[in-house]
């Protein structure tokens, strides 16, 4: 999940660089479409880079859920709120970075339109 988050974030980093480097790396005001795809390429990273942190986040949770329960058997000791706190607490984190990661998904849809040819062209 992780690889796909941070290779769709790879895409639109290049895509941002092609676009400044084409401008000699400023932004012009002669370029109307070049500078509302760069605001919309910033919204993506932004909601990329959100999405890769929250399950980054989530996984250590979970790994520290398994720690836990490991320390709960060798050591005897009741972990069982703890554990489930964070659980609950991976899970919602997860949920978050999901929903960022649909939302860049969704951005990336809007923006990209292909004409289909008509019976009449």
């Given amino acids: ?3 796909v988050m941070a290779g769709r974030l790879s895409r639109i980093i290049d895509r941002g660089r092609a676009l400044t480097e084409g401008q000699g790396g400023r932004l012009s005001s ?3 479409s070049e500078n509302l ?3 919309q390429l910033e919204r993506r990273r932004h909601f990329a880079s959100v999405g890769i942190t929250s399950c980054t986040i989530a996984a250590l949770l979970v ?5 836990a329960l490991f320390l709960e058997v060798m050591l005897d000791v009741q972990l069982k709120w703890l554990i489930g706190a964070l659980f609950t607490v ?3 984190v997860l949920v978050v970075g999901l929903l960022f990661f649909l939302r860049e ?3 990336a849809m809007q923006s990209i339109r292909i004409p289909i040819p ?3 062209s």
């Fill in 1 to 3: 999940m992780l690889n």
């Fill in 30 to 32: 002669g370029h109307d």
């Fill in 37 to 39: 795809e760069l605001n």
């Fill in 63 to 67: 790994c520290i859920v398994i720690a």
């Fill in 90 to 92: 991976a899970m919602l």
């Fill in 105 to 107: 998904v969704h951005l």
């Fill in 118 to 120: 008509t019976a009449e």
